[in-house]
């Protein structure tokens, strides 16, 4: 896939651009106190070298079919935009008819498509957490799930598929500029909706009730913290898994704090205090709105980017930028300006993860509780506890458990947020 030496270089300084402009937004949208610098700690002193090994068998195998299945999504996504096979290119051409409609139908089954080729490696990573007593399904139940959510990615680019070919056709060249409106706004939206309307086709929520000792233990540390907590719920999470998690989701209304239910069964006192105390320091900072200003600040950058990629594509396939038959192409450029927004995207993740935990710390003031908590969960969920640099740089969306029991150790001695 060779582009033209102009187009290339436009690409190349877009590229820079956009990684530039990703680590100012990390840098301006970074949580305002200082987390606690952690100490260096030896993973040793809180894992046996067996739970170490295991992890690392473990998580490194699912990391190369991570890998592997990512690259049949990225090759079936390039030869559809370089017009191969002929005979998807013509089927795709047929949509043109009915632009809108026809980039609806091109989106679903794209969308599907990539799924569908990515499922061998996300078979066997399945088995390989059965293995390992981390997932609970039945490979019956894990495919019901499959499909479940290939259907709704289905309709999800469908819809916007269609939204993406109308704004081209009324605005040529200039579509990235209502495109980045659209993705700020397209994602407060699902940010909004996702908890009430997309998480209950997977899951059961029930509010904890009232009375009960974890209900109370929320409401007191929400107090202590001067948190508006909105609704704390349970998930029925050990119908698939023994993971123990939690996560703030939601918008206004839809606000919540969720608690796996294996967490509320089998978490200490102390621990629950301290990943409840964390997840209120992401309602406290209002953390979900740090990331829709991440994803307005990148927005415009990363599309004018796609754009060229997708330019670029469809001048050497010789397809209509205006037809449902380029529609290949700007998943391509989606997808490039995606994995390059990725790796400063993480990095903002691990700041706002590592703020939480010095919240955490301050208002439990237990730094062992925290300290078992990652061990606990990194036992569990088979997490590598110091996984290689390379990886957290590129993958990690938290510190490693050793980087957290680290800031917890250094809080011990004394340290405090800078």
């Not at 305002?32 to 993973?43: Q, T």
């Not at 233990?217 to 704390?232: K, Q, T």
């Not at 205090?273 to 900072?285: I, K, T």
């Not at 990652?374 to 506890?385: A, F, H, I, K």
């Amino acid at each position: 896939m060779r582009l033209p030496r102009s187009r290339g270089a436009r690409i190349g300084a877009l590229a820079v651009a956009v990684v530039l402009v990703a680590e100012g937004a990390v840098w301006l949208l970074r949580p305002g106190e200082d987390p606690i610098e952690p100490v260096s700690v030896s993973e040793g002193d809180y894992f046996s070298q067996a739970e170490i090994e295991r992890a690392r068998d473990y998580r490194s195998g699912q990391r190369l079919l991570f890998v592997v299945g990512l690259g049949a999504q990225g090759a079936l996504i390039v030869a559809l935009a370089l017009g191969r096979p002929r005979s998807a290119r013509r089927g795709l051409e047929r949509l043109a008819e009915r632009p809108l409609l026809g980039a609806a139908a091109a989106g679903a089954g794209i969308s599907v498509a990539v799924a569908v080729v990515a499922l061998p490696a996300q078979v066997w990573a399945y088995e390989r957490s059965v293995d390992v007593g981390l997932s609970t399904q039945s490979l019956d139940s894990w495919l019901g799930d499959v499909a479940k959510s290939t259907g709704i990615g289905a309709v999800l680019a469908a819809i916007g598929a269609a939204i993406l070919m109308a704004v081209v056709r009324r605005f040529g060249g200039r579509w990235w500029i209502p495109g980045a409106a659209g993705v700020v706004a397209l994602s407060a939206v699902f940010s909004w909706l996702a908890p009430v309307v997309l998480a209950p086709l997977f899951n059961r929520f029930d509010p904890l009730p009232e009375g009960s000792r974890a209900r109370a233990e929320v409401l007191e540390l929400g107090e202590r913290a001067g948190v508006d907590i909105g609704e704390v719920y349970r998930v029925d999470a050990s119908r698939r898994s023994t993971a123990l998690n939690a996560y703030v989701s939601g918008l206004g209304p839809t606000k919540r704090v969720v608690l796996y239910d294996t967490l509320l069964d089998r978490a200490r006192q102390p621990e629950l205090r301290s990943v409840v105390a964390h997840e209120l320091g992401h309602v406290r900072r209002e953390d979900i709105l740090r990331g829709l200003a991440f994803i307005a600040i990148v927005a415009p950058l990363g599309l004018l980017l796609a754009r060229e990629v997708a330019d670029g594509l469809t001048d050497r396939s010789g397809v209509d930028s205006r037809s449902p038959a380029a529609l290949p192409a700007y998943v391509v450029g989606l997808t490039v300006a995606s994995i390059l927004l990725t790796v400063p995207g993480n990095q903002l993740s691990r700041e706002i993860e590592a703020s939480a935990d010095t919240f955490a710390l301050e208002t439990t003031d237990d730094p062992r509780a925290l300290i078992d908590l990652q061990r606990q969960l990194t036992e569990t969920n088979v997490s590598d506890p110091d996984p290689p640099g390379l990886v957290s740089f590129l993958l990690g969306t938290h510190p490693s458990a050793v980087e957290r029991i680290g800031a917890a150790v250094a809080y011990e001695q004394g340290a405090r947020p800078g």
